[in-house]
T-cell receptor
Framework: AQKVTQAQTEISVVEKEDVTLDCVYE???????LFWYKQPPSGELVFLIR??????QNEISGRYSWNFQKSTSSFNFTITASQVVDSAVYFC????????????????FGKGTLLTVNP | KAGVTQTPRYLIKTRGQQVTLSCSPI?????VSWYQQTPGQGLQFLFE???????NKGNFPGRFSGRQFSNSRSEMNVSTLELGDSALYLC?????????????FGSGTRLTVV
């Protein structure tokens, strides 16, 4: 069975601090996808990044960066120079891949990390 | 292009009643998934439809059902509502093809059962 663990329930930082959100996953699949979503108070889940299990290249996008390490089954997310607008719940998610050419059809989510950025 | 549209945005129902929620995916997307979000259980997968067929189902009782129409719009139905069904119900759309892409979520329907 797949499992995603976000050990940090809540994190509070002061604006301009860097913050890293941790994600550890479990899966028996050799092919899988990892995602990060952001959920502001409005409720909508906003897609941030997708990474497949064959691509361990880490990525930086503006103030966001991701660190994917298959050896430790971790997919951590860092916000540099945090801003008040970054305050939200952040979810890490794992997706199966069906068959040899299937599409992802189910996301397993972690419990989420509530990030509060104080001015 | 328009995003994922869920209606209604809020709903209050009484125990024992049934409810139908609607989701219109992004134009051209053929896969629609439903998720339930509660404070205790978090985000849980309900089911996924692709081209009017249910491809996968989560671990929910038979009171939870869904369907997808030929235009890819989807509805989910919950019968004999229980207090524990109070939740945010999120719909997500995806192209559903061979290439694995992420899902785009709607703003959700917040259901309150009293």
């Amino acid at each position: 069975a797949q499992k995603v663990t976000q050990a940090q329930t809540e994190i509070s930082v002061v604006e301009k601090e860097d913050v890293t959100l941790d994600c550890v996953y479990e899966t028996r699949d050799t092919t899988y996808y990892l995602f990060w979503y952001k959920q502001p108070p409005s409720g909508e889940l906003v897609f941030l990044i997708r990474r497949n299990s064959f691509d361990e290249q880490n990525e930086i996008s503006g103030r966001y960066s991701w660190n994917f390490q298959k050896s430790t089954s971790s997919f951590n997310f860092t916000i540099t120079a945090s801003q008040v607008v970054d305050s939200a719940v952040y979810f890490c998610a794992l997706s199966e891949v069906r068959g040899s050419g299937g599409s992802n059809y189910k996301l397993t989510f972690g419990k989420g990390t509530l990030l509060t950025v104080n001015p | 292009k328009a995003g994922v549209t869920q209606t209604p945005r809020y709903l209050i129902k009484t125990r024992g009643q049934q409810v139908t929620l609607s989701c219109s995916p992004i134009s051209g997307h053929r896969s629609v998934s439903w998720y339930q979000q509660t404070p205790g259980q978090g985000l849980q997968f309900l089911f996924e439809y692709f081209s009017e067929t249910q491809r996968n189902k989560g671990n929910f009782p038979g009171r939870f059902s869904g369907r997808q129409f030929s235009n890819s719009r989807s509805e989910m139905n919950v019968s004999t509502l229980e207090l524990g069904d109070s939740a945010l119900y999120l719909c997500a759309s995806s192209p559903g093809g061979v290439e694995v892409v992420g899902y785009t979520f709607g703003s959700g329907t917040r259901l309150t059962v009293v």
